[in-house]
C-alpha cells in the first residue's frame, strides 16, 4: 500500500517535471522565432559577443581606477635622511640561513654584508642580547642580566610577562641606540623590542608599540612602511622591527623540525613585502638594513635532566630563572653548603661563585646575578622533580647556554647605501652592532663595550669614526 502510494507521487513528480520542460522549451523556441524576424544567426553571436567585450571593458576600467587608487597612496619618497631599519628574527640559528627558501634574504646577503655568525652575550637569552645589540653593552653593565631576574635593591622581580616591569625604566640600564638618537635630535621608531616600551633617561622612541604576538607579521611590515610614508620632519630614521616566530617554533618542535622551516620561510615572506614597499616607494637602495637575531637554539630532551633538588635542599635557597642557567640565592649563612653539595655534583653542570665567574662571561659585576651561578653543558635542562611532574610539557628546543657554542649563535646580515656589497665577514659579539648604527647615523655614541674600528670594514670606503 505504501510503496503504492509513493510509486504514484513519483509518477506524478515525473509528469510535473515533463510539463515544465515542454513549457520552457516551447518558450525559447516562440522567443528564438520571434528574434529571428529581425536578426540572423550571427547577428545574434555578434550582439553577445559585443555585451561581454562590454562588461569586461566595464569591469577593466574598475580594476585600473582602483589599481591606480592604491599605487597613488604610494608617493617616492626622495628625501630620506641617513637612516637604519634594525630588524630581529629571535632565534634565527646561523645556520637557518640553509634550511629553507630564503629567496628575500638572499637577495639581501648578495647586496651587502654577511657575518659568519653573530654571536651573542652571556646568557644567549632574549632580553640580554636585544638590550646588548641596542645598548653595545655587556650584560653586567646593562643590567638585563637574564629573562626572569630578582634585584635586590628594588626588592622586586622581573618577568616578561609582567608588563609593568617591562615598561619600567628603572630595569633597563645604558643608553639604548633609540635614546642616543631622540637625544641629538633625531625621531625613532620601534615596532618592537626589548626596552623600548619603557622610559630609559626620561626617553621612549617618539613612535612605540607594546609587544602582542597577535600583531601580525603583515601589520608589523604595514606599520613601518606608513612610518617611511611620513613627511620629512616626522619620519624616523631609526626603525627596529621585530619577529618571534622562529624563536616559538624552535622551543615548541626543535630546531630541526619541519615547523621551523615553516618560520623560516614566513620571516623571509614578511621580509619580501617589506622589501617590496620600500622599492615601490623608491627607497630601497637608500635604507640601510640590518637583520640580527639574539641566539641560536638547540635541541632538548628530558633524558638529560639535571635535578637540582638531588643536590640541594630548596627551601635553602631560592631560583627564579631556571634553565640551561641557573640563579640561587641562598641565604647567607647557607651559601658555602650550597655551594660545596652542588660543585661536584653532576658532570654536566658547571658552578660558580658569582666573583669567580670567568672574566670573558661579563657576568659577574652587578647586584642581579645571583651569588652562585649554575651553566648546563649544551642540550642538558637544569629542573626539579616537581616541576618536571607538573604536567607541563617539555619543549624541544632552548637556548641560553655558554655564547662561545656554535648553536648558540645567531645571524648578521646587513645592506644598504653605507655597506659594502657581496661581502662576508668572520663571526663577530653583538656588542659591536650599538657604534656601527651611530656611526651610520652620525650619532655621538655613548659610552659602550663594542670597538667600532672591529666592524668598520663592512662600510664602504671604510668610513672612519
Ligand atoms: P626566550 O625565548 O625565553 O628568551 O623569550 C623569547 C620570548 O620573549 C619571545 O617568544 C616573545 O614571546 C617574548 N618577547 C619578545 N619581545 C617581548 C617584549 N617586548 N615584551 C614581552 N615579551 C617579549
Ligand atoms: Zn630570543
Ligand atoms: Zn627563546
Known amino acids: 500500500m505504501v510503496s503504492n502510494l509513493a510509486s504514484k507521487a513519483e509518477k506524478h513528480m515525473v509528469w510535473n517535471i515533463r510539463y515544465l520542460h515542454m513549457l520552457v522549451a516551447r518558450c525559447i523556441t516562440k522567443k528564438l522565432t520571434v528574434i529571428s524576424k529581425h536578426y540572423t544567426l550571427r547577428k545574434i553571436k555578434a550582439s553577445v559577443y559585443q555585451y561581454f567585450l562590454f562588461l569586461f571593458t566595464v569591469f577593466f576600467v574598475c580594476f585600473v581606477i582602483v589599481g591606480c587608487n592604491v599605487k597613488a597612496n604610494i608617493q617616492t619618497i626622495t628625501d630620506i635622511q641617513p637612516t637604519v631599519l634594525l630588524i630581529s628574527f629571535d632565534g634565527f640559528r646561523w645556520d637557518y640561513l ?44 646593562h643590567g638585563i642580566i637574564a629573562n626572569t631576574m ?41 615596532m618592537f623590542w626589548p626596552g623600548s616600551e619603557a622610559e630609559i633617561k626620561g626617553i621612549r622612541p617618539t613612535y612605540w608599540k607594546r609587544f602582542d604576538r597577535n600583531f601580525s607579521y603583515d601589520q608589523r611590515v604595514d606599520q613601518v612602511l606608513s612610518w617611511f610614508s611620513l613627511k620629512v620632519e616626522n619620519r624616523p630614521t631609526f626603525i627596529t622591527l621585530y619577529f618571534e616566530g622562529t624563536d616559538t617554533q624552535g622551543h615548541i618542535n626543535g630546531p630541526e623540525s619541519p615547523q ?18 620600500l622599492k615601490q616607494r623608491g627607497i630601497y637602495e637608500n635604507v640601510n638594513i640590518i637583520i640580527v637575531s639574539d641566539h641560536g637554539m638547540t635541541s632538548i630532551n628530558p633524558k638529560k635532566t639535571i635535578f637540582i ?44 661563585r ?112
Not at 630548596?314 to 660545596?340: A, C, F, H, M
Open 260 to 277: 621551523v622551516k615553516a618560520a623560516i620561510r614566513e620571516v623571509d615572506n614578511a621580509l619580501g613585502i617589506l622589501l617590496n614597499g
Open 354 to 465: 658569582k666573583k669567580e665567574i670567568p672574566e670573558h662571561f661579563h657576568y659577574r659585576n652587578h647586584r642581579r646575578i645571583a651569588p652562585i651561578i649554575a651553566v648546563a653543558d649544551e642540550g642538558w635542562s637544569i629542573s626539579s622533580h616537581s616541576w618536571l611532574t607538573g604536567g607541563k610539557a617539555f619543549l624541544k628546543g632552548t637556548h641560553g647556554y655558554d655564547y662561545r657554542l656554535p648553536s648558540m649563535h645567531g645571524i648578521f646580515i646587513a645592506s644598504g647605501p653605507d655597506f659594502k656589497q657581496g661581502l662576508v665577514i668572520e663571526s663577530f659579539q653583538n656588542i659591536h652592532i650599538y657604534n656601527l648604527i651611530a656611526h651610520i647615523l652620525g650619532l655621538k655614541p655613548a659610552p659602550n663595550d663594542g670597538d667600532f674600528n672591529l666592524i668598520q670594514s663592512t662600510l664602504n670606503s671604510e668610513q672612519s669614526e
Open 150 to 190: 630578582y634585584d635586590p635593591e628594588f626588592d622586586a622581580t622581573f618577568t616578561l610577562q609582567d608588563r609593568k616591569a617591562v615598561e619600567d625604566g628603572r630595569w633597563w640600564g645604558g643608553e639604548p641606540l633609540w635614546v642616543t638618537a631622540e637625544k641629538q635630535g633625531q625621531i625613532t621608531a620601534s
Open 309 to 352: 633538588d638531588d643536590y640541594v635542599d630548596l627551601s635553602d635557597v631560592e631560583i627564579i630563572d631556571w634553565s640551561p642557567v641557573t640563579g640561587l640565592r641562598p641565604s647567607q649563612s647557607n651559601n658555602e653548603k650550597v655551594y660545596n653539595s652542588l660543585v661536584n655534583a653532576h658532570p654536566n653542570l658547571t658552578i660558580y
Open 98 to 141: 640553509t634550511k629553507a627558501d630564503i629567496p628575500n634574504l638572499d637577495n639581501l646577503i648578495a647586496d651587502g654584508v654577511k657575518a659568519k655568525s653573530l654571536i651573542p652575550v652571556f646568557p644567549s637569552k632574549t632580553f640580554p642580547n636585544h638590550y646588548t645589540i641596542v645598548t653595545g653593552l655587556y650584560t653586567d653593565n
